[in-house]
């Protein structure tokens, strides 16, 4: 198990390529404190042409009743009124381009459909500030919602496919899931016992990854290729874990504060850490922008996603979800 930190101190890996974050922040605070009023969002923000804002979804139209392709049946009464969101606290975005967010508000989860402006509102699932959302490769998502409901798998018009249980025990509740994009294979998280699974693409059966590999304290889950990132509140550090070929741990980025969401995909490695309010994007494991939350219009990120090369915010007290658009 390999636990360097790769830039903590100076001397270590890494050391050499990241600025003092101390002298980075207050000249960043100083400069949002005196040039805020009547700034673009963005202007302000470290590193902003590596972050560049994008479209912002405060809610949207219902699509009353939709067909087997989820589209509007217009026999069905078609598009109604504009719904806005009251507390997004998940996000997810699957290959065909949807967006899936729990409002932990209205206590449902929403299919946001781009090309049509319009959303279905996914009934009868349990929906808290806890639901966890992760996209499938086959374009559904899974439902995580700690110990207050099983995690599930829904299809694209909200139709539940799937119960995801590995029955490796009693008392295991999944408060973060991840999917894996090639295998099909989800990744359950459960926070209080520090326990990371694996269960197999048809929902039952699968393995306790070895605890030594998850940090302490593991506070949000996503994944990436062949990583799966954990941030741990204790170590104040993403880790980052192979759980294919040697099943090996390594520290890749430290003082991350408190993170309230995590997100991977594309090669970009985002976190929200709401002790400094900020939020950091990595690609390739460089450090790319550090930017205040205020800075990107966002007042509470309770999850991300990255997909298509966008990063996608869901803003709990900002009612929206904000996206992004990530550069190199």
């Not at 508000?105 to 349990?126: E, H, K, S, T, W």
């Not at 400094?276 to 205020?294: P, S």
Request: charged residues 20%.
């Amino acid at each position: 198990m390999d636990t360097r930190l790769l830039d903590r101190d100076a001397g270590k890996p890494g050391a050499a390529q990241r600025p003092a974050r101390a002298g980075r922040r207050t000249l960043l605070k100083g400069l949002l404190g005196s040039l805020a009023l009547g700034a673009s969002p963005l202007s302000l923000a470290e590193g902003s042409r590596h972050l560049v804002a994008g479209q912002s979804y405060p809610g949207g139209r219902i699509i009353q009743r939709a067909n087997d392709a989820g589209f509007p049946d217009p026999a069905m009464g078609g598009v109604g009124a504009m719904t806005l969101f009251v507390f997004p606290v998940s996000v997810a975005v699957t290959p065909m381009r949807d967006i899936f967010i729990a409002d932990a508000g209205l206590q449902a989860i929403f299919r946001y459909d781009p090309m049509l402006d319009a959303m279905n509102m996914v009934r009868g699932l349990r929906v808290n500030q806890q639901t966890r959302l992760a996209a499938a490769p086959d374009g559904s998502v899974a439902v995580a919602n700690g110990m207050s409901a099983p995690m599930i798998r829904i299809s694209r018009t909200g139709r539940v496919m799937q119960t995801i249980d590995a029955q490796l025990g009693g008392g295991v509740f999944y408060d973060e899931v991840a999917v894996d994009a090639a295998s099909g294979r989800y990744y359950g998280l459960d926070k209080v016992q520090r326990r990371l699974e694996e269960i197999m693409p048809h929902g039952r059966g699968g393995i306790v990854m070895p605890q030594g590999l998850v940090p302490e304290q593991p506070a949000a889950m996503a994944m990436d290729g062949n990583s799966i990132y954990i941030a741990g509140r204790a170590c104040q550090c993403i880790a980052a874990i192979d759980p294919f070929g040697g099943r090996n741990m390594e520290v890749v980025a430290d003082d991350v504060g408190q993170a309230s969401a995590l997100a991977a995909g594309d090669g970009w490695l985002a976190v929200a850490d709401v002790r400094e309010r900020q939020i950091r994007v990595w690609r390739q494991r460089a450090l790319l922008v550090e930017a205040d939350f205020a800075s990107l219009g966002l007042l509470d990120p309770r999850g991300m996603a990255i997909a298509q090369q966008t990063l996608y915010v869901a803003d709990g007290a900002g009612r929206r979800v904000a996206s992004f658009r990530l550069r190199a």
